[in-house]
Nanobody, 122 residues
């Protein structure tokens, strides 16, 4: 089975930085798009940033542009979210998503991590 595991969350003061990691493991033929989402109680899960599997093109939510950077290390099956200039509004559970093609399957399937909590507070 394919598994995504996030790490790097924690408590940080406003203006601080955190780097989240997402490691994919299991029977993986190829990882296509990867992305980071976040969710707070009572709100819909929001796409924060995404990165494509080939070429490395990225997209960001307007609320995080200029502050967050998504990047990946394909050799390690890992995606990262570098978060700088954090604001209290960034407080959320952050989830990793990846579209992964498994061996002998012609199409990728979306997988989700269990999330890591980021709390921005003084």
């Amino acid at each position: 089975q394919v598994q995504l595991v996030e790490s790097g969350g924690g408590l940080v003061q406003p203006g601080g930085s955190l780097r989240l990691s997402c490691v994919a493991s299991g029977r993986i033929f190829n990882i296509n798009n990867m992305g980071w989402y976040r969710q707070t109680p009572g709100k819909e899960r929001e796409l924060v940033a995404s990165i494509i599997g080939i070429g490395g093109g990225t997209s960001y939510a307007d609320s995080v542009k200029g502050r967050f950077t998504i990047f990946r290390d394909n050799a390690k099956n890992t995606a990262y979210l570098q978060m700088n200039s954090l604001k209290p509004e960034d407080t959320a559970v952050y989830y990793c998503n990846a579209n992964i093609r498994e061996p002998y399957f012609s199409a990728g399937v979306d997988y989700w991590g269990k999330g890591t909590l980021v709390t921005v507070s003084s």
